[in-house]
């Protein structure tokens, strides 16, 4: 005879040892039952927090790329406000080594805009630009090669005093990973500009005169703090540019063809048509003596070529639009400027402007464009820059 219950069947053959001994073991499974089903409850509840955990872990890394590609793009239009956005988000360290780093790798960043944050002559932004180059390894590298890495990793601004913070550095960080190749930085940087000027001369299709290797090596004599440069090493770079020009980076949302490699000055501004009278948005950039303009910045061929020779440049009030200028003919007041554009159909057709109205986005502005074009009929910043450094050297030579 047996009790109802399964747990609760005992025979009735059992002694009293061995009904006790059943009891204990049915004890001890209901006690395994219930800690098997505490485990399933808290694994279940584990699972269900690591399951929040990675949902919450994807959202914060979406949420971080998101800031990421909003800074990247604030960085694109104005590199100082994007910085900052990135700071504030926490997502850069505000530091010169991590700022460096951001710039270096360039991930979706605006090789222009790159060029514009390092040459700005802020104590910080020349921090930067340091830590940028320590970043180039440019040892046993010869000087173009070294050249050639380092203006692929961004574009080099139009203004004069960027690009010479800019060289100069470049110069120092040459001469540490390359010691003895230069007597001083002097050097580096002489023959650096005299490098990039002759990739204009020899590549640029509006320069006819072009350079040879004899004129290159004459014009770098002394250089080398009073002394020549051996013959060879001038050959082996004149060589090296002559057969492989250098490679501009494209941009995203900001890519020119690499004519326009160095421009004196570039931005927008607004132009009056010639016979339409209506103000339009160009993009305009200023080098080789020649005015062009874009409908977009991501054009690979200008609407517009100006060739400033023979232009003078007045300042003019007008009723519709501020800080206007003009480009005309003096003394030819109906005569038609030279130039040229393209129309909606792709032909290339002359204008037909007997002035060219301008209108810049502030009086400073207009004043920088206007004295910039005054300047690149005569002047060209390279052999500027280059004139002050020699100068420079002979004066120490003399001491």
């Known amino acids: ?17 061995e009904r006790q001994e ?29 399951e929040s955990l990675g949902q919450t872990e994807e959202r ?4 971080r790329n998101k800031q990421m590609a909003i800074g990247r ?20 360290k505000n530091t010169s080594d991590d700022i460096a780093q951001f710039l270096y790798k360039g991930e979706g960043l605006n090789k222009t805009a790159i060029g514009d944050f390092l040459g700005e002559r802020d104590d910080f932004n020349i921090e930067v630009l340091h830590a940028f180059l320590d970043l180039h390894e440019f040892t046993d590298l010869n000087l173009v ?10 574009r080099l601004p139009g203004e004069a005093q960027k690009i010479d913070r800019m060289m100069e550095a470049f110069a120092q960080r040459y001469c540490r990973c390359n010691p003895g190749v230069f007597q001083s930085t002097d050097t580096c940087y002489i023959l650096s500009f005299a490098v990039i000027m002759l990739n204009t001369s020899l590549h640029n299709p509006n320069v006819k005169d072009k350079p040879s290797v004899q ?88 609407r517009g070529i100006i060739p400033l020779e023979n232009l003078s440049i007045r300042e003019v009030e007008d009723s519709k639009k501020p ?22 159909d792709g032909r290339v057709v002359e204008g037909n402007h ?27 910043p390279f052999y500027e820059m280059l004139a002050a450094r020699k100068k420079k050297v002979s004066s120490l030579k003399g001491l």
């Open 73 to 92: 793009k604030k960085f694109n239009m104005d590199p100082k406000k994007g910085i900052r956005f990135l700071v504030d988000s926490s997502l850069l």
């Open 22 to 50: 059943l009891e204990s073991i049915r004890r001890r499974k209901q006690e395994l039952l219930h800690d098997i089903q505490r485990l399933k409850d808290e694994i279940a509840e584990v699972t269900i927090e690591i």
């Open 215 to 302: 004129r290159f090596t004459a014009m770098n004599r002394g250089i080398n703090d009073g002394g020549d440069l051996p013959e060879e090493l001038l050959r082996n770079l004149y060589d090296s540019i002559k057969n492989e020009p250098f490679k501009i980076p494209e941009d995203d949302g900001n890519d020119l063809t690499h004519t326009f490699f160095n421009p004196d000055r570039e931005g927008w501004l607004l132009k009056l048509g010639g016979r339409v009278k209506t103000w339009k948005r160009r993009w305009f950039i200023l080098t080789d003596n020649c005015l062009y303009y874009f409908e977009y910045t991501t054009d690979k061929e200008p």
């Open 145 to 154: 090669q070294a050249l050639r890495q380092f203006l692929w990793s961004f």
């Open 1 to 17: 005879m047996v009790l109802k219950s399964e747990d609760a069947v005992v025979p009735d053959d059992l002694s009293p040892e």
């Open 354 to 380: 007997t002035y060219y109205r301008i209108s810049a986005p502030t009086a400073e502005e207009k004043d920088e464009w206007m004295n910039s074009m005054k300047a690149a009929i005569s002047k060209d």
């Open 323 to 344: 800080n206007c200028f003009e480009l005309f003919i003096p003394d030819h007041k109906d005569q038609v400027i030279k130039a040229c554009k393209t129309e909606a």
């Open 60 to 63: 914060k890394s979406m949420q």
